[in-house]
């Protein structure tokens, strides 16, 4: 096999929230959709791979005094112009692997060059990769779980960690994707709770649920992701009328998450702040019973440092810990394990490459007295493109339940031309439903997503939507 990306073109399309999803320091009611179009030259053969990522405020750097318009959105489009060039080195590679290590090798020296948050300069590779997974599945006629297992990219895990150096993406991989998962619906920090929460003014005429409540009685939920505030009256105020709802609403099979949000400067304020909620008897109840694991409670700054593993070592009934916006490149799990924390989450923003090598070092690390955890986690993510490969990663990947919120903050594919949701109507008809006003929506039932069409595809999306209806997007590398 032999690989050589030729151009690449970006295309826009701003979506607005049908009401604001609140997280962390930021609030989003609209957004950025970006697509990526990129023609690559596989064996002498010219292939096309699509790609798509909103562009939120505040995610991949949390910085509240910065704009968004002025600075965080140009430093987003920096990052992701300077990987779509590096993308087009003019070298010929001899796999898809190759390809993939001097594109990140070369992005992560540019970053450091230029004082670019990993995190942040990692969104460029990603997005330029699941492009290039797009063409090179089309290329195969397979699955993306296929060319996965069977390793026809050419991946080489002890290239990325050494200690993996006797393992196959086999040795990890499920034998085949996962036909369904489990949606872990995100109850965002202003969402309303139950129907009469919601004010006159704020109601909703798009026919989708708004309320916690009634998500959980037209999806039949299970699976929960609950934001936390960081501000401790609040969140236990919060935590006490979430376990009542959930527990009249979906009892015993409940199950949830909590989502830091880097609110906490460091682990010993977030143990005080842990130790406050777990004393009182209604948020202990909940924990006890159904908490999954807590994610990043601490700010990226401080979430690695050393005096972590000392809050860690000092913690007897730690909840389990993983990190998320810190797992910023490949060093980031493995000093986080040594930390004490006990895992990461998958994001296709942060790579699917890396999140194969991250499912090795988990599983090579598992033991009897500590279970490690590689969760699945969203950042709005809405179909035709993003939406798509993701849940195709998650299923090949194995992950058993994953956050979902895109389906809940936007209404369904209306933003769309009506081209493109006949065709996704059509191609995804598992997936996307419409009801009775003519809304094409992800219609999860019985708390699940089903997967068969994303499995059937070759990068989740059977077949590529026409980007030529949506603007241009001239990218230009911001002076950094």
């Keep these: 096999m032999s690989m050589q990306v030729h151009q690449i073109e970006f295309y826009r399309l701003d979506m607005r929230t049908r009401f604001p999803f609140r997280y962390g320091i930021a609030s989003m009611s609209e957004v950025p959709h970006l697509f990526v179009r990129m023609h690559v030259e596989i064996d002498h053969k010219s292939w096309t791979g699509l790609a798509s990522e909103g562009l939120p405020p505040k995610w991949f750097t949390k910085n509240p005094v910065t704009d968004f318009t002025k600075h965080d959105l140009p430093e987003m489009l920096s990052v992701i112009k300077q990987a779509a060039d590096f ?29 670019v948050p990993p995190l942040l300069a ?6 330029m990769e699941r492009a290039a997974l797009d063409a090179t599945c089309r290329q195969q006629e397979t699955s993306l779980s296929q060319v996965l297992a069977q390793n026809r990219l ?12 006797e393992l196959q993406p086999s040795d990890v991989l499920p034998a085949v994707p996962l036909r369904n998962v489990k949606l872990r619906h995100t109850v965002g920090l202003g969402d309303p709770l139950v129907e009469s929460d919601i004010r ?56 949830f998450t909590l989502d830091g949000n880097e609110q906490y400067p460091s682990m010993a304020v977030f143990r005080e702040h842990w ?5 009182d008897t209604a948020t202990r109840r909940m924990v006890d019973e159904s908490l999954l694991f807590v994610e990043q409670p601490v700010h990226r700054d401080s979430a690695l440092l050393d005096e972590v593993k000392e809050t860690f070592l000092k913690w007897q009934n730690a909840p389990p810990i993983i990190i998320d916006e810190s797992d910023a490149d490949l060093t980031s799990l493995p000093r986080a394990l040594k930390l004490g924390y006990q895992g990461t989450s998958h ?26 955890i590689l969760s699945a986690e969203d950042l709005g993510n809405i179909g035709p493109v993003a939406l798509l490969q993701d849940l195709a990663v998650v299923a090949a990947l194995g992950i058993p339940h994953v956050e979902r919120n895109g389906h809940h903050y936007f209404a369904g594919l209306s933003m769309f031309p009506e081209s493109i949701q006949k065709q996704i109507a059509i ?9 009775e006003t003519g809304l ?41």
Excluded at 214 to 228: A, V
Excluded at 275 to 279: F, N
Excluded at 347 to 363: R, Y
């Design 275 to 279: 130790d406050e909620l777990y004393s």
């Design 427 to 435: 191609d995804h008809a598992d997936l996307y439903q419409r009801d």
């Design 200 to 255: 006159p003014h704020e109601r909703l005429n798009d026919h989708l649920p708004h309320s916690l409540t009634s998500n959980i009685d037209q999806y039949g939920l299970q699976y929960f992701k609950i934001k936390l505030s960081g501000n401790l009256d609040s969140d236990l105020k919060r935590l006490r009328k979430l376990s009542l709802v959930l527990r009249e609403r979906v009892g015993k099979t409940m199950r």
């Design 154 to 165: 050419g991946i080489d895990l002890a290239a990325l960690r050494r200690d993996l150096n």
């Design 122 to 127: 990692n969104l460029g590779v990603s997005l």
């Design 347 to 372: 994001k296709n923003c942060k790579g699917i490459i890396k999140s194969i090598a991250a499912l090795a070092t988990i599983q090579s690390g598992q033991s009897t007295n500590r279970r490690l």
């Design 87 to 115: 993308s087009m080195s003019g070298k010929n590679h001899p796999d898809f692997f190759s390809w993939w290590m001097d594109l990140y090798q070369q992005q992560n020296s540019w970053a450091r060059e230029n004082l």
């Design 440 to 480: 094409l929506a992800l219609r999860p039932s019985t708390g699940r997503i089903p997967l068969d069409t994303v499995n059937a595809a070759p990068m989740g999306l059977r077949h590529q939507i026409d980007l030529s209806q949506f603007d241009p997007w001239h990218l230009e590398k911001a002076h950094l």
